[in-house]
């Protein structure tokens, strides 16, 4: 059912994030769901705490200090909101406000971190986190994982809901136009291609959460196999700039500057993944991750370590073990591993399609309260 978009609709769904590019997993779910929501005439606004303004896309700059945050929550006329935030504070305040203002308030968990936040608060950030999430009224969460843990934290499971985040890919979105010019030359002389995904400076008791140094490690290792091989890291953002000059010496120490690319330029990623032939993620934790998914949908193996729950479709090794990650490498390079079965090709719409549905659902109920 198709619904009119007005310019200022009180019933469309005011959406909180932050929009690509840096092409993170949250910004890039948001970017496709909302294609989709144009193209069914769904009503909503992204209100993009990075200060992009695409008036043709229905994104507005917010801001991204706590006072915009704080005049958006108090200010903003939608009756549906729908936060994106790993913040626990700003979760607390955001949806303390938009209650007492008696709006609809949707959420999405993207990962663990909210949870890992919550074990290690004080007692009343834990019981205001709590409380407060009780009165969402749907949470969409990624992974059975962190949906069971919600519903451990006494919300109701009728008010949550498991949806990948993963919306697939368009073909405007995997054509080769999205790649540089580097990136084509790279994969013309480099042979087999081998992709990551990673931010820098991101570290959970010391540990990288996305395992740079076991990219390095593997990196050097396919380089004395074949020094025609390809490695190449997708980065989304800096968190600490000592660790991203860190990695990039240790590229060049290693001699593996020629053979491994780290790519810290905004893109549509998708179109590299469809020229990889192998793609691994050796994160320590996740939530549902976008990049394997993605591979798995146009069919590029993928092998990941067992920290959490993987997609049906991963190879998986053992989480922080080098010699375990380059094994599997090896094998399914030389073709002595089985390739599990892969995604059909519509998987990730239904999920998208929940949302929707749930965006519909507020908006024809006037975004009224449960």
């Known amino acids: 059912m198709k619904l009119r978009h007005k310019q200022n609709d009180l019933n469309a769904v ?41 008036p043709e896309r229905k994104i ?9 945050f704080l005049q958006l929550l108090i200010t903003l006329k939608e009756r549906v909101v729908h936060l994106h935030n790993n913040g626990i504070i700003a979760l607390v305040v955001a949806i303390s406000i938009l209650s007492w203002r008696s ?8 990962s663990q971190k909210p949870m890992r936040n919550h074990e290690k608060a004080c007692r009343l950030i834990r019981y205001l986190f709590e409380t407060r999430l009780r009165k969402v009224n749907r949470i969409f969460a990624v992974s059975t994982e962190i949906a069971d843990g919600l519903i451990g934290m006494g919300v109701p499971s009728d008010r949550v809901c498991v949806a ?3 919306v697939p890919p368009s073909a405007r979105h995997v054509d080769s136009s999205n790649l540089s010019k580097e990136i084509r030359q790279f994969l013309k ?10 931010w820098f400076g991101y570290f959970i ?25 390809g490695i190449y890291t997708v980065i989304s953002g800096t968190y600490d700039e000592t660790h991203r000059r860190r990695i990039l010496d240790l590229r060049k120490e290693e001699k593996l500057e020629e053979n491994w690319m780290i790519i810290e330029t905004p ?8 020229k990889t032939d192998v793609f691994v993620r050796p994160t320590i934790t996740d939530g549902d991750s976008i990049s394997i998914r993605e591979c798995l949908h146009l069919a590029i193996p993928v092998i990941a370590s067992d920290a959490v729950d993987r997609p049906a479709g991963c190879i998986l090794h053992e989480s922080r073990n080098p010699d375990a990650l380059i094994a599997a490498v090896d094998a399914l390079l030389a073709g002595t591993t089985a390739q599990p079965p892969f995604y059909a090709s519509n998987t990730g719409f239904e999920a998208c399609n929940i ?16």
């Open 267 to 274: 893109f549509h990623a998708a179109a590299l993944y469809a």
């Open 355 to 370: 949302i929707l549905e749930t965006y519909r659902e507020c908006i024809l109920n006037k975004g009224g309260k449960r």
């Open 103 to 110: 709006k609809t308030v949707l959420l999405t968990i993207h």
């Open 164 to 166: 990948p985040a993963f």
């Open 14 to 54: 005011a959406i909180l994030t932050g929009f690509p590019p840096p092409y993170g997993g949250v910004g890039v779910h948001v970017d496709r769901l909302i294609d989709i929501a144009m193209a069914e005439g769904v009503p909503y606004r992204v209100y993009d705490r990075l200060g992009k303004t695409i």
């Open 60 to 68: 507005t700059a917010s801001g991204s200090t706590a006072r915009a």
């Open 205 to 229: 008791d010391g540990v990288h959460v996305y395992s740079l140094d076991m990219i390095a490690l593997l990196a050097k290792h396919l380089v004395r196999q074949n020094p025609t091989v």
């Open 189 to 198: 002389v480099r042979s087999p291609i081998i992709g990551s995904h990673a």
